[in-house]
């Protein structure tokens, strides 16, 4: 009497291996924003998130008077399709493999039009009065700026960083 086992052919093994994804793109993004202040641009971030495919929106140490389900500048209700995480610590949540990236004006900070994305990122923002907490730049495996003559505003920082991420990612994928 035989168990009716048959093993698996190497052809079939094979063309299991061989599978490929069907993801448009490889990685992800995090945006993380460290004690932000005005309702308005955590709004912007929202949308910017949901806009660019962030998987995940961390609110660190952010003003009581912000609710994410209230946001005038979030109209697609960005909180109701991706993570929206409130914590104390950033690194508390982040995930495994992901790599921290300060987005800060630092004389030592790579210029963002030349900065090479990497494939799980998480990319943290400032307060609008102020500058990425020193001990959240010392973790941070990069710190990137956006080359411009001033500061800008935290919503549009955000909007650019995702763009560029996006632009780099699908021009690095088609050549």
Same mark, same amino acid.
């Given at each position: 009497?035989?168990?009716?086992?048959?093993?698996?052919?190497? =052809?079939?093994?094979?063309?299991? &291996?061989?599978?490929? @994804? !069907?993801?448009?793109? *490889?990685?992800?993004?995090? +945006?993380?924003?460290?004690?932000?202040?005005?309702?308005?641009?955590?709004?912007?971030?929202?949308?910017?998130?949901?806009?660019?495919?962030?998987?995940?929106?961390?609110?660190?140490? =952010?003003?009581?008077?912000?609710? &994410?389900?209230?946001? @005038? !500048?979030?109209?697609? *209700?960005?909180?109701?399709? +991706?993570?929206?995480?409130?914590?104390?610590?950033?690194?508390?949540?982040?995930?495994?493999?992901?790599?921290?990236?300060?987005?800060?004006?630092?004389?030592?900070?790579?210029?963002?039009?030349?900065?090479?994305?990497?494939?799980?990122?998480?990319?943290?923002?400032?307060?609008?009065?102020?500058?990425?907490?020193?001990?959240?730049?010392?973790?941070?495996?990069?710190?990137?700026?956006?080359?411009?003559?001033?500061?800008?505003?935290?919503?549009?920082?955000?909007?650019?960083?995702?763009?560029?991420?996006?632009?780099?990612?699908?021009?690095?994928?088609?050549?």
């Amino acid at each position: 009497m035989t168990s009716g086992y048959t093993p698996r052919s190497k =052809k079939n093994l094979d063309r299991r &291996v061989k599978r490929k @994804s !069907t993801l448009t793109q *490889r990685g992800f993004a995090c +945006i993380a924003l460290d004690r932000p202040k005005d309702g308005v641009n955590v709004g912007h971030t929202l949308r910017a998130a949901l806009g660019f495919t962030a998987r995940m929106v961390i609110l660190a140490n =952010k003003d009581e008077a912000i609710n &994410v389900r209230k946001l @005038s !500048t979030d109209p697609g *209700r960005a909180y109701r399709h +991706i993570p929206v995480l409130e914590v104390q610590d950033i690194f508390d949540v982040l995930p495994q493999d992901c790599v921290p990236i300060a987005v800060e004006l630092t004389d030592q900070a790579v210029d963002l039009t030349t900065f090479v994305h990497p494939e799980r990122a998480c990319y943290i923002f400032g307060p609008e009065n102020g500058s990425v907490d020193p001990g959240i730049l010392a973790k941070c495996a990069h710190v990137v700026k956006i080359p411009t003559t001033m500061s800008l505003n935290l919503g549009m920082t955000v909007n650019i960083v995702m763009y560029d991420r996006l632009a780099k990612l699908t021009r690095n994928s088609s050549t």
